[in-house]
């Protein structure tokens, strides 16, 4: 294919590193998925500019992802270019004693880190989600009564035209599980800025372990998954409905409703895609039948 060909040109003029047909069950936390043609491993906003605008230009299929955190791959794969924000693009700053500047790769466990090294207080609610600084941006990752809304300053993202474009918090619509960016597959972020708040290290370090602690206490880490499967309706909690309607430990295949959390659906070793969806699919319909809710699906497909 000639975008192969022209994209693995651009992506070597920036030292960028790229991959033919590589399986992307190996980039998600859930561990299913076929191949995609092309995963290209940014490592610069110049390369990620050039490439966005070939790939707009040229009207090639593209998705991006981060540590895989929150995707569901389909057992077919993705007929076109994924793109990679992970450790070649995971630079943190410490800007000033409250400020943190990101690139969008960054770990968000390693985030943590760092806001705990240097006193700062704010992203515990963060310590122990799997995902990205961007990956938590895009979706307005929170758990333990914080989200990233609390904690972001300010963005940027490249654009469709190759853009690199500034956006203020108050500018993101951020609310439960949304942002401009997950409403705009063309904003793709490339750096997030954290304000957070001078404290004592003990006190953080007590606060990031007390939530880990009821991570392990409550989720089925042990397992393959995307963290929560369905996000949480209105006046309601998926896992409670879930569990009310008898559905606790229901398997198609190895995709499994966990035991432990009824939240999260689960591989127990060899789960496909289509097992996932198909027990999505069985869950949906008796929580609808039994209680009126609609649960809606947190993790987003690539197909």
Request: proline letters at 2%.
């Amino acid at each position: 294919m000639t975008y192969i060909s022209e994209l693995t040109a651009i992506c070597n003029k920036y030292g960028c590193c790229t991959f033919l047909n590589v399986s992307l069950k190996n980039y998600t936390t859930f561990k299913v998925g076929g191949n995609c043609k092309l995963l290209i491993s940014i490592n610069c906003v110049e390369a990620l500019q050039e490439v966005i605008k070939y790939l707009v230009d040229n009207k090639v299929n593209f998705e991006v992802i981060g540590k895989g955190s929150n995707i569901i791959v389909s057992d077919n794969g993705f007929d076109g270019v994924i793109i990679l924000f992970g450790k070649d693009f995971s630079e943190i700053k410490v800007v000033s004693d409250n400020i943190l500047e990101c690139q969008s790769g960054a770990a968000l466990k390693k985030v943590c880190c760092v806001a705990l090294e240097n006193n700062m207080s704010g992203l515990e609610f963060a310590w122990g989600i799997p995902g990205t600084i961007g990956g938590a941006l895009y979706m307005n990752a929170g758990a333990y009564g914080g989200e990233m809304k609390d904690v972001v300053l300010y963005a940027e993202y490249v654009n469709e035209k190759g853009e690199l474009v500034r956006v203020d918090k108050k500018d993101m619509d951020l609310a439960y599980r949304h942002s401009i960016f997950s409403d705009n597959r063309n904003m793709l972020i490339v750096k997030v800025v954290l304000q957070l708040v001078k404290n004592d290290y003990n006190k953080i370090k007590l606060k990031m372990d007390e939530l880990l602690q009821k991570r392990i206490d409550k989720q089925p880490l042990n397992f393959p998954s995307a963290g929560s499967t369905f996000k949480r309706p209105e006046g309601n909690y998926a896992s409670y409905l879930i569990e009310k309607c008898g559905l606790k430990g229901l398997s198609v295949g190895d995709a499994q409703v966990s035991e432990k959390h009824s939240g999260f659906i689960i591989n127990k070793g060899n789960a496909t895609c289509e097992d996932i969806m198909k027990l999505v699919s069985l869950v949906q319909e008796k929580v609808k039948d039994d209680t009126g809710y609609e649960l809606e699906l947190e993790p987003r497909i690539i197909k």
